[in-house]
Structures are given as C-alpha cells and as structure tokens.
C-alpha cells in the first residue's frame, strides 16, 4: 500500500496484518471523524482527521524502531473516539480528564470487526486494548510520546507555528533511550516544548475553541434528552451526528445550534458569564540526552520550568465564559 502523509511524506506499507486493519470498517469510519470535531467542521480549524493521525503514528513508532505489534497498538490507539472526537467528553463531564474514547475502547472494539480482522493474522485483540503497554506510543504527561509528538507536528503545521523544516529537525533529533522517546539536541526540546505550549494556547486549549466546543455538548444534550439523537449516533461520523442535530425543529436545540458558528465571540467576564467552563491543559517536557545521561528539559532549562509552570497555574480552573451572539 502506498500512504502519502503530510508528515513523514511518501512511504509504502507491506505488512499484510496492518494493509488489513486500515481496511477495516473501525478504521475507515474515522476518515469522518475529525481531529478537533465541530471546530474542524465549521472551519476554525484545518479538517484533520483521527485516521490521519492513526496512520501517523503508527508510522512514527515506525520510524523508531517499533515492533510491529507496538504498530499496531498505534495504529489502533484512537479507534474508540467517537463524532467531534473531544467533544463528547464535554457531554459527559470530563472536560479536564478527556478520557471518554479510552474508557469506551475495549466495548467498541468488542464490537467492531477488528476482532475477525486481527484473528486472521494470528493476534487477539485484547493485546492492543492497553496504549500504556507500549513505551514509544504512550507515556504519561509530560513525557515525549508518539501520540502527543504526531498531534503536536501536525497542528503546528496547520497552526502556523512551524515550519515543514521545524519538522523535519524535530524528526531527525528523536532518539530511543531506555524504550522510551527522547531528543538528543537541547536546542530542539527547547522547541518541541515552548512550541507545544504556544499550540496549547492556539488551539487545544484556545479559549475560543473551548467555548464552541461547550456549547456544541450543550446541543448535544438537548438533542439527547429530546430524542432527536441517541448515544449510537456517537458511534458514527461527524457530518452524521450533524446533520441529524440540525434536522431537528426544537426551538431550543435550533437556538443553542445557531451559536455554533465562526461568528460568535467568546469573552472572560467574571460578572455575567454565560458558563463556567474548564479544559484539559496540554504540556510536554521532552527527555534530553546530554553526556550519556537523559534528563527532562525543565532539570536542564530552569527557565523552560518556569514557563511551564506558569502556564499551566495561569490556565487552569474554571474560566467565566460570555458568549456573544453574531
């Protein structure tokens, strides 16, 4: 199979059990699912999508040395998110953990057919249900991955933040140390870890994309609680669970829908705030190999700490969110 990836640019994938699984119907559907959910599908954002990502992590845990069931691992890490991806977790209240695809992972593979398409070429799927049971696909944060370092490559991309060269650089000074991932130039942690904090800010965690994705789940719920949708829908794509939103003539619902647009402000307002709302930050502190030795960034930079730290304490809680209306 050729793959062209935005990323790791042309390669050809030949090993038959990972041709078969992105073939498979769990992970063509995430071809509709889009990376940063209902703000890729209004155009705030650039329309990435979970399978882009998929693939591209397998092929970094690739380029690192992986064995092909750490591969697969990758390959498969988000075939549980659901349409609009993150958004769901606002339904559910977990705006901070944004865990909702892991805990539903093991049911929706369960009942996908990645079960058959792995039992074909010799594997359970059970194998791959655990990403922590792969070194080089997770690590707990803050420690360089290859989930968080393809997400980070591509958004920068896209958010203007870097350049394809920046890539490339960051590319080229990945190490493996002890089976985890690691950079070998302190210049380039030093990058991969203020950039990743300037795309946290930009996009993850950017305060606009916050307030859309509120108040998408608070459609959501409407929808929900009217009938208008149901939990299953979740199990679809994007322009699926969309359409049928809109489809509905509850005033409320319609009402709640029109907001979800490049048009509305959001604006911090501790007096009036439309809600309180919080999310989950995103920082990275990238393992240097300096003298034989690896260390974080923030034991070498004491400087990277502090804006690390800043950041994270000037961001967190809950933030007072005015929605302004077109």
């Not at 075939?79 to 705006?95: E, K, L, M, Q, R």
């Not at 030093?190 to 993850?204: F, H, P």
């Amino acid at each position: 199979m050729d793959y062209l990836d935005a990323v790791y640019g042309p390669t050809e994938i030949d090993r038959p059990v990972l041709i078969d699984l992105i073939q498979s119907a769990a992970m063509q559907r995430l071809r509709g699912v889009l990376q940063h959910g209902i703000t890729g599908l209004i155009g705030i954002t650039r329309p990435t999508t979970r399978f882009e990502h998929s693939v591209g992590v397998m092929l970094l845990v690739q380029r690192l040395g992986a064995s092909l069931e750490e591969q697969i691992a990758a390959l498969l890490h988000d075939v549980s998110h659901t349409a609009f991806s993150h958004v769901i977790d606002y339904v559910y209240d977990g705006h901070d953990s944004q865990s909702y695809h892991e805990e539903m992972k093991e049911p929706h593979m369960a009942a996908s057919d990645l079960p058959a398409v792995l039992a074909r070429q010799g594997y359970h799927w059970r194998d791959f249900l655990h990403e922590e049971d792969y070194a080089l696909l997770e690590q707990p944060a803050p420690a360089l991955c290859a989930d968080r370092l393809d997400y980070f490559l591509r958004d920068s991309r896209d958010l203007g933040l870097a350049s394809d060269a920046d890539v490339r650089s960051a590319l080229d000074h990945l190490i493996v140390q002890a089976g985890r991932i690691a950079v070998d130039d302190i210049e380039v942690a030093r990058w991969l870890g203020d950039t990743y904090l300037a795309a946290d800010q930009a996009s993850w965690a950017n305060f606009r994309e916050v307030g859309v994705y509120e108040l998408t789940a608070r459609a959501i719920k409407i929808g929900l609680k009217i009938g208008a949708i149901a939990e299953s829908d979740f199990w679809g794509t994007d322009d699926r669970l969309w359409a049928k939103l809109n489809a509905a003539t509850d005033p409320q619902l319609q009402r709640e829908l029109s907001l979800i647009s490049t048009r509305t402000q959001f604006v911090w307002d501790e007096a009036a705030p439309t809600f309180y709302v919080s999310t989950k930050l995103r920082t990275i502190d990238p393992d240097v190999l300096i003298d034989d030795r690896v260390q974080p960034l923030s034991a070498i930079d004491a400087e990277f700490a502090h804006r690390r730290l800043d950041y994270v304490n000037r961001h967190q809680g809950k933030w007072p969110m005015r929605v302004v209306p077109e």
